[in-house]
């Protein structure tokens, strides 16, 4: 067991470029966090997505941004057109369920790092 | 104001003290994480408690359900424990988890 994949772990892209960050949960785990963390401050819920469902998007900017768990495959998050303020750490993280459940075990991946120039 | 507050923001300690990082949460929570980040690493998942007391190695975390407020302690402290120290909660509604703004600890050899 791998545990979170994500990459790329770096990726560097100039202002106005897309982004797109990929995540494979742990085996077993259908549910993914999206969060980031800007240079110095902590980290930020973006989204919350189980397969082909976003759940909760509130901490996601409204424009640019988007997130996808599909059927088969990866989540990724894209960030289209972007701007120098994408720059941060992007986390993923996944659980085998709901906090209600009592399953919300929290398995992070490595990140990736996005800098825009 | 954030709804997990920890302190302190930055710590130094020399190597071989004993330390302690708390972290308070103002909402209901059906649990609470202790999460370690190296400088430019991952984040790797200490503990999740619910309640009382768990101990893995040098690391001790606690939690008072009733006082909302969590320690973090560590026991002779080394170098390799210089890190960003992570408090999390998990809500008893909904399905987000919020983080505090960590705690960046340096160990002095």
């Known amino acids: 067991n791998a545990g979170v994949m994500q990459n790329p772990r770096h990726l560097v892209r100039r202002r106005g470029q897309e982004a797109r960050l990929r995540c494979s949960p742990m085996?077993?785990?259908?549910?993914v966090y999206w969060y980031r963390q800007l240079p110095e401050e902590g980290l930020k819920f973006m989204v919350y997505?189980?397969?082909?469902?976003?759940?909760?998007e509130s901490g996601m900017p409204k424009e640019r941004f988007s997130a996808e768990f599909p059927k088969e495959g990866p989540s990724i998050l894209r960030i289209q057109q972007v701007v120098r303020g994408d720059s941060a750490a992007y986390f993923c993280?996944?659980?085998?369920?709901?906090?209600?459940?009592?399953?919300?075990?929290?398995?992070f991946g490595a990140g990736s790092r996005l800098t825009v120039l | 104001k954030n709804e997990v507050e920890q302190s302190p923001q930055n710590l130094t300690a020399q190597e071989g003290e004993f330390i302690t990082i708390n972290c308070s949460y103002s909402?209901?929570?059906?649990?609470l994480h202790w999460l370690q980040q190296h400088p430019g690493g991952g984040i790797v998942s200490l503990f999740m408690?619910?309640?009382g007391k768990k101990k893995h190695g040098r690391l001790i975390a606690t939690i008072n359900i009733q006082e909302k407020h969590s320690s973090l302690h560590i026991t002779a402290s080394h170098p390799r424990d210089s890190a960003v120290y992570i408090c999390?909660?998990?809500?008893?509604?909904?399905?987000?988890?919020?983080f505090g703004t960590g705690t960046s600890l340096t160990v002095i050899p």
């Open positions: 997505l189980q397969k082909e469902n976003i759940i909760d």
């Open positions: 909402v209901g929570i059906s649990a």
């Open positions: 999390a909660v998990s809500r008893n509604t909904g399905n987000q988890f919020y």
């Open positions: 408690l619910s309640s």
């Open positions: 993280a996944s659980s085998p369920g709901t906090a209600r459940s009592g399953a919300n075990v929290l398995t």
């Open positions: 085996k077993g785990h259908s549910h």
